[in-house]
T-cell receptor
């Protein structure tokens, strides 16, 4: 059973465009993390959000945790080819370091 | 500081064999987890270890096992390999607590022929 659904599954855009990736669940999480993975490598942590409604910015990336802590979004402004990769959200709970990963969004940014 | 090291990077095995994969976490990280990544299923949780204790196990058959040593290094073992076990096996370590994220290794690409 996949607890975290991401949309869209695939995204192909031109450099300079904006995009939003969504991560939705029926479960409540204590924390929500976003990772980016490039071919042949492990995922790399981008951000951790822990408070409902929290918004974090990382240069051109904006992350939001839903008020009910069941969903999250990642917004990229003025996408660049270097943003290309597989974006994964992951939910965690207090008392355990186990994470459940989302289904993934594969982003391709063309110059 | 050194990252998470997984060995070997690539492995080819035949059906019925067994395999042991190794993971050295970041120094000071006592929490180690393993994930299986396949194109169809994405990242699936296998095990979570903390201070040599398995705290959580994913929904995998008993052929999948693991352990953690006193220096936090971890191994996972898969016995009686099946074609469907072909995947990228990822190890990750972290400081304990929900506020901290994982640092992943580059993975072991296991191919069963």
């Amino acid at each position: 059973t996949q607890l975290l659904e991401q949309s869209p599954q695939f995204l192909s855009i031109q450099e300079g465009e904006n995009l939003t990736v969504y991560c939705n669940s029926s479960s409540v999480f204590s924390s929500l993390q976003w990772y980016r993975q490039e071919p042949g490598e492990g995922p790399v942590l981008l951000v951790t959000v822990v408070t409902g409604g929290e918004v974090k910015k990382l240069k051109r990336l904006t992350f939001q945790f839903g008020d009910a802590r069941k969903d999250s979004s990642l917004h990229i402004t003025a996408a660049q080819p270097g943003d290309t990769g597989l974006y994964l959200c992951a939910g965690g709970w207090q008392g355990t370091d186990k994470l459940i990963f989302g289904t993934g969004t594969r982003l391709q940014v063309f110059p | 500081k050194a990252g998470v090291t997984q060995t070997p990077r690539y492995l080819i095995k035949t059906r019925g064999q067994q395999v042991t994969l190794s993971c050295s976490p970041i120094s000071g990280h006592r929490s180690v987890s393993w994930y299986q990544q396949t194109p169809g299923q994405g990242l699936q949780f296998l095990f979570e270890y903390f201070s040599e204790t398995q705290r959580n196990k994913g929904n995998f058959p008993g052929r999948f096992s693991g352990r953690q040593f006193s220096n936090s290094r971890s191994e996972m073992n898969v016995s009686t390999l099946e074609l469907g076990d072909s995947a990228l096996y990822l190890c990750a370590s972290k400081l304990t607590g929900a506020n901290y994220g994982y640092t992943f290794g580059s993975g072991t690409r296991l191919t069963i022929v």
